[in-house]
């Protein structure tokens, strides 16, 4: 196997051509043998064999994130059959997360960060559960910052979900004014880093900032395989 770099990104990483002599069945085996699960160092300094599983929401299906979304990891099937019952209804959209996401903020001026771009697909299945929702004023719930980057993207003028297949690098921070969710479900997020700004335009920068004095204060579990909270307008 030969890697050739062959341009930049915009979050200092690189893009690669691969050179392979075999299948894409056999190169993607080949990568999966020479990398590991992305779980974060502050975490556990070795990765184990549980993680595979661990390291990955219930309602996956198409490869391209970089790293799991963690508000999805605290939904297990029995959670999401008890909602069920409840009468929420679920809506999936797809935004495969890359590495931008992770990328601390420095830049004084908000405005001059450049997040790279997401694939996303929005369909038109989930578009009519959403707006469903909307036009029948039921709270709609965003799992995650992810979540909220994507259907952030794709909205009417009159605040409507609409259909999306293609790339986003939108950046949510404070003040943001959101189109479609008024419930968000997110992990406690590191310092300086995007995730955390989103947080905080949803939530309010003095709220969101309370809860995380409380989370230091008991000793809450932050980042990946961390705590959850609710945001609620």
Same mark, same amino acid.
């Given at each position: 196997?030969?890697?050739?770099?062959?341009? +930049?990104?915009?979050?200092?990483?690189? %893009?690669?051509?691969?050179?392979?002599?075999?299948?894409? @069945?056999?190169?993607?085996?080949?990568?999966?043998?020479?990398?590991? /699960?992305?779980?974060?160092?502050?975490?556990?300094?070795?990765?184990?064999?549980?993680?595979?599983?661990?390291?990955?929401?219930?309602?996956?299906?198409? *490869?391209?994130?970089?790293?799991?979304?963690?508000?999805? !990891?605290?939904?297990?099937?029995?959670?999401?059959?008890?909602?069920?019952?409840?009468?929420? +209804?679920?809506? *999936?959209?797809?935004?495969?997360?890359? !590495?931008?996401?992770?990328?601390? &903020?420095?830049?004084?001026?908000?405005? $001059?960060?450049?997040?790279?771009?997401?694939?996303?697909?929005?369909?038109? @299945? %989930? &578009? +009519?559960? &959403?707006?469903?929702?909307? *036009?029948?004023?039921?709270?709609?719930?965003?799992?995650?910052?992810?979540?909220?980057?994507?259907?952030?993207?794709?909205?009417?003028?009159?605040?409507?979900? $609409?259909? #999306? *297949?293609?790339?986003?690098?939108?950046?949510?921070?404070?003040?943001?004014?959101?189109?479609?969710?008024?419930?968000?479900?997110?992990?406690?997020?590191?310092?300086?880093?995007?995730?955390?700004?989103?947080?905080?335009?949803?939530?309010?920068?003095?709220?969101? /900032?309370?809860? #995380?004095?409380?989370?230091?204060?008991?000793? #809450?579990?932050?980042?990946?395989?961390?705590?959850? /909270?609710?945001?609620?307008?």
């Amino acid at each position: 196997m030969v890697a050739e770099v062959i341009d +930049n990104t915009t979050s200092r990483g690189r %893009t690669l051509r691969f050179l392979f002599d075999g299948t894409y @069945e056999e190169f993607k085996k080949t990568l999966f043998y020479l990398g590991e /699960m992305p779980l974060p160092k502050w975490i556990r300094k070795q990765v184990e064999p549980v993680d595979t599983e661990r390291y990955q929401t219930i309602f996956a299906k198409h *490869e391209g994130a970089v790293a799991s979304p963690a508000a999805g !990891l605290h939904f297990s099937r029995e959670l999401m059959k008890r909602l069920e019952i409840k009468g929420v +209804n679920l809506a *999936e959209i797809t935004l495969h997360m890359g !590495l931008g996401s992770f990328r601390t &903020v420095d830049v004084e001026d908000l405005t $001059k960060h450049k997040m790279d771009s997401e694939q996303v697909s929005i369909s038109p @299945e %989930t &578009v +009519n559960i &959403v707006n469903k929702a909307k *036009e029948t004023r039921s709270n709609i719930c965003a799992v995650g910052t992810t979540v909220l980057r994507a259907v952030e993207t794709s909205v009417t003028t009159q605040g409507l979900l $609409k259909p #999306y *297949e293609g790339w986003t690098n939108k950046f949510i921070f404070p003040p943001y004014e959101f189109s479609v969710p008024n419930r968000l479900v997110t992990n406690f997020h590191l310092p300086l880093s995007t995730l955390l700004m989103s947080a905080a335009a949803f939530g309010g920068y003095n709220h969101v /900032m309370h809860a #995380y004095e409380i989370a230091v204060k008991e000793k #809450y579990r932050f980042g990946s395989y961390g705590d959850a /909270m609710i945001i609620m307008e």
